[in-house]
């Protein structure tokens, strides 16, 4: 892969290419200098680029220029500053492209006059209009490219002075893009979990997080502790402390830039227990498809497929979770319903003061005696959970397979054991009118919210409400039928410790993957250069 770098004249392109090469530790080159040598090659004698157009004229320049580029098109893990000449040609971009990644540099149109003009008129602008000219050049180079290049950044006189490191940082954000893996979510804000149910420890590495936040490892418990095991009779009496140990990306209080490994503990794991489940699989659980794609299956547990797994998740959720609170910008979630009983007022406060995090008072408790019901039973429940974030700006979200509410989807089915996700008024939509669902606009702002505060893929600014459903939890200490590993009629009951209920323990798990992908949205919108919220 190599790096491309193009700009309009007086830009900055030479400069700054040489500049960030260096940063990166990789080989520069550019167009002007390969004319220059391959003139000099070709004649014996030594000119710049202007005295070889204007002695030569455009023909041989541009079929110098064009040698030059398919040559330069060979190279690969190197950094190559090109001008829009290049760039009009389409056999040359196409060359030049394949293989790479495009930075367009971008300036006003007085800002590159007052530049390329300090040493006289180029030979390439005429002495009468030539400013017009310039203006016109630069907007048919802009439309051209700016929506095909990775990253577009504008240059100009307050940030002319950090073009090389904000490009750098950016750079390296779209260079992980390329970088996929199925235990990895996130463009910029990037976060791999790592780790198993009954193995030595669980964790996540965040990355893309900016340098200088202030993070503490109390902000990463925080989140923890709502999501571990043990805090009350509705959740599984496996007793771990989840204490987060932070190895990298945080000195002294703040974040470096670097990424952010965190790593957790498992204590109380009892692996004895699933000595009976090493050949059987149980139902509702994962064990049979993981048999089936990998041939080889962790019985402790589940391995992967445990929810121990989430912990990372919510250790890298936290961090984006106060990252947005700082913005202004709150993630909450709730239990809306549990085995059937449904909650119908929103006190927030409420949330964190009763065991199953119910938003209604009038329910909360009857929603725990329920809970409690299905585990005397050795059964268990599943429920709804609200989300709502509040204070996400409007135009967050990128048509059409990065629309908003599709990568919300997406990160809340990645979570075990949820089923099924809407927004705003979801499913009901379909039985009603169109004059009944349209949000209706009036004075500035939304006079309802049935697309639950995104439209097209993109936030409208109005809350983003979803509601998500959570399945029974699978463990359950009745006798089941299922098959082994051979295919044989098998009877199971399911011993170990588990959740009656995991809606109280997903909603921190929810609120975090939110958390991640609202953050990581807004700093896709900031590579646009648009709407920077810092």
């Known amino acids: 892969m190599k790096i491309i770098l193009t700009g309009p004249k007086g830009s900055g392109k030479t400069t700054i290419g040489r500049e960030l090469a260096e940063m990166l530790g990789i080989p520069f080159y550019d167009t002007d200098s390969c004319i220059e040598d391959a003139f ?11 005295e070889i157009y204007n002695e030569k004229g455009e023909q041989y320049f541009r079929d110098l220029e064009n040698r030059c580029v398919r040559e330069l098109s060979g190279k690969d893990w ?99 893009l390329d970088m996929r893996s199925p235990s990895t979510i996130g463009e910029i804000i990037r976060t791999t979990t790592f780790g198993e149910s009954h193995g030595p420890a669980v964790g996540a590495v965040l990355d893309g997080i900016r340098p200088g936040i202030e993070l503490s490892p109390e902000d990463i418990q925080r989140e923890l502790d709502r999501r571990r095991p043990g805090q009350s009779a509705v959740t599984t009496p496996r007793n771990e402390e989840d204490r987060v140990h932070i190895l990298s990306g945080i000195f002294e209080g703040k974040t470096t830039g670097c990424p952010i490994c965190m790593l957790i503990y498992n204590r109380d794991q009892d692996s004895s227990r699933y000595n009976g489940l090493r050949e059987v699989f149980r139902p509702g659980h994962a ?68 065991s199953v995090r119910a938003a209604d008072p009038s329910v909360s408790s009857k929603m725990e005696e329920a809970v409690l019901a299905a585990r ?86 109005q809350d983003i409400i979803a509601r998500i459903a959570v399945k029974p939890t699978p463990s359950i200490a009745q006798e089941q039928d299922t098959i082994d590993l051979h295919g044989a009629n098998r009877s199971i009951k399911i011993e170990g410790r588990h959740d009656p209920c995991i809606v109280p323990r997903i909603i921190p798990v929810i609120e975090a993957m939110a958390a991640l992908v609202v953050l990581d949205a807004l700093e896709i919108q900031n590579n646009l250069g648009k709407n920077d919220i810092q």
Request: glycine share 12%; aromatic share 8%; net charge positive.
């Open 40 to 50: 000099l090659a070709e004649t014996g004698r030594s000119a710049s680029f202007r």
């Open 78 to 176: 190197c950094l190559i500053a090109t001008g829009g000449s290049t760039m009009y040609n389409p056999d040359s971009r196409n060359s030049i492209r394949e293989n790479s990644l495009l930075i367009l540099l971008k300036a006003d149109d007085e800002f590159l006059w007052q530049r390329i003009t300090r040493d006289g008129l180029p030979s390439f602008l005429p002495e009468k209009d030539g400013r017009r000219t310039l203006a016109e050049r630069n907007t048919r180079l802009y439309q051209a490219l700016e929506h095909i290049s990775d990253i577009v950044f504008t240059v100009n006189d307050e940030n002319q002075d950090r073009v090389v490191p904000e490009l750098f940082t950016r750079l390296c954000a779209r260079i992980m």
């Open 287 to 354: 064990d049979f498809t993981f048999w089936k794609k990998f041939g080889i299956r962790d019985h402790r547990g589940g391995g992967r497929s445990s929810g121990r797994e989430t912990a990372g998740r919510v250790a890298s959720g936290a961090a984006a979770k106060k990252i947005l609170a700082d913005r202004g910008i709150r993630v909450t979630a709730f239990a809306q319903e549990i085995a059937g009983i449904q909650g119908v007022t929103e006190d927030f406060s409420h949330i964190e003061n009763n």
């Open 376 to 461: 005397n039973q050795k059964d268990s429940v599943g429920g709804i959970v609200k989300l709502v974030i509040h204070n996400i700006p409007p135009g967050i979200g990128d048509p059409v397979f990065f629309k908003l509410d599709a990568r919300l989807g997406m990160a809340m089915l990645s979570i075990g054991a949820v089923k099924g996700i809407e927004f705003g008024a979801g499913f009901a939509s379909s039985r009603m009118r169109g004059s009944e669902n349209n949000d209706r606009m009036k004075d500035g702002s939304f006079e309802s919210n049935n697309a639950g505060g995104i439209l097209g893929g993109i936030s409208t600014g």
